[in-house]
């Protein structure tokens, strides 16, 4: 088969589902193994042709990239004009997988794409307006013309049957890989002391807010280390020489940061699967996380659960983690284990050869 994936939120730095997209890729040519072509396209902005190489490097994948000015807007008239087919331009493919920011037509074969979740849909007051607009008609049409659709967790699969209408024989559950990086063994960030890490932008659905409270509430002691990109909204008050504030941070220091930490705090209030705690748990660092479902497969019965809007919970979870460490970091990494890119690549590549058929 010729298999066209589309990789253009890789033209961004890359976050959880530019994670996804790029582990998923490498795991479908792993799987591949050289019996299926794998394409990665993307009609991306000008300088986006050199971040998404440098995001594939390493993975053994002919790249087709078009740099073009407004490449947002030319995407999403693509999308909403339904021409030229997808095959005008990258010729004759079996499968052509797209991504949340665009859905190309096509004249033929297995019409593809991954739903991460359906936060715009159930908490529009958590996204911005412009993620709101990329993801509507994706969500209320062209989801519906796809032969599969991929989810990164069985919540979210019943979430787009049950919401959106999908026969539940069209959906897949793919959950995301780590990456061997992600290992107890290796080098540990030194942050001046003993720290608790947050790791996620720095918006309304991530719950940093309450993070920050409860951290005060445990007498500012350990540390507290805040690790994401600049995103919007209301933004937790973070003027504190304690609150070690270290913005966006590379994909090679991250575990550095996960294993000097004395645990990990991931208070979401809502998540398509939540990759940063099998990641955390994979460097054998004890996890907070939030008890909404929708964590509950990242987390297994390996983490300490919380109610992610009471930041007294929070706290006292933070302080069980820290006393039960040894505990929780033989229970994280043997959870961790069961995630593999590999394994996301064997599933993907098994749906496209039964839809096929």
């Known amino acids: 088969m010729r298999i ?12 959880g589902i530019g994670n996804y997209i ?25 300088r986006g042709p050199g971040r998404i190489r440098d995001a594939l490097a390493g993975i053994a994948v002919e790249t087709r990239l078009w740099p073009l000015p407004a490449s947002h807007a030319v995407r999403t008239a693509w999308s909403r004009l339904g021409r030229p087919a997808a095959e005008s331009v990258l010729g004759p493919f079996d499968v052509l997988h797209f991504s949340d920011w665009m859905y190309p037509p096509q004249r033929a074969g297995v019409r593809a794409t991954t739903i991460h979740d359906l936060v715009p849909l159930h908490h529009p007051e ?14 209320t049409h062209t989801v519906r013309t796809c032969d599969l659709v991929f989810t990164n967790s069985a919540y979210t699969a019943a979430d787009v049957v049950q919401t959106l209408g999908v026969d539940r024989r069209r959906v897949r559950v793919a959950p995301p890989g780590r990456g061997d990086e992600f290992t107890p063994d290796g080098p540990r960030a030194d942050l001046g002391g003993p720290y608790v890490l947050g790791l996620a932008t720095l918006e309304p659905r991530k719950n940093l807010r309450r993070l920050v409270e409860a951290w ?22 973070l003027a504190d020489p304690a609150i070690r504030t270290l913005g966006y941070v590379t994909d090679e220091e991250v575990p550095r940061l996960l294993r000097g930490a004395q645990a990990f705090v991931f208070p979401s209030l809502f998540e398509g699967f939540g990759m940063p705690i099998v990641e955390a748990m994979a460097c054998g660092t004890p996890v907070v996380a939030s008890a909404h479902p929708s964590l509950d497969e990242a987390c297994g019965g390996a983490a300490i659960r919380v109610d992610p809007a009471d930041p007294k919970a929070i706290a006292a979870g933070i302080r069980e983690a820290i006393g039960r460490r040894a505990e929780l970091a033989a229970l994280g990494l043997a959870h961790a284990r069961r995630f593999s890119w590999r394994g996301v690549g064997e599933i993907m590549l098994r749906a496209y050869e039964e839809a096929a058929t």
């Open 126 to 139: 958590w996204t911005t307006a412009r993620t709101r607009a990329m993801h509507a008609r994706k969500y």
């Open 216 to 237: 005060r509430l445990l007498g500012g002691e350990p540390a507290l280390a805040l690790a994401g990109g600049e995103g919007w909204g209301e933004q937790p008050d």
């Open 22 to 46: 790029r582990g998923s890729l490498a795991g479908l040519v792993e799987a591949a193994a050289g019996r299926h072509d794998v394409v990665a396209f993307a009609p991306t902005s000008l």
């Open 4 to 15: 066209v994936f589309d990789v253009s939120p890789l033209s961004h730095p890359r976050t």
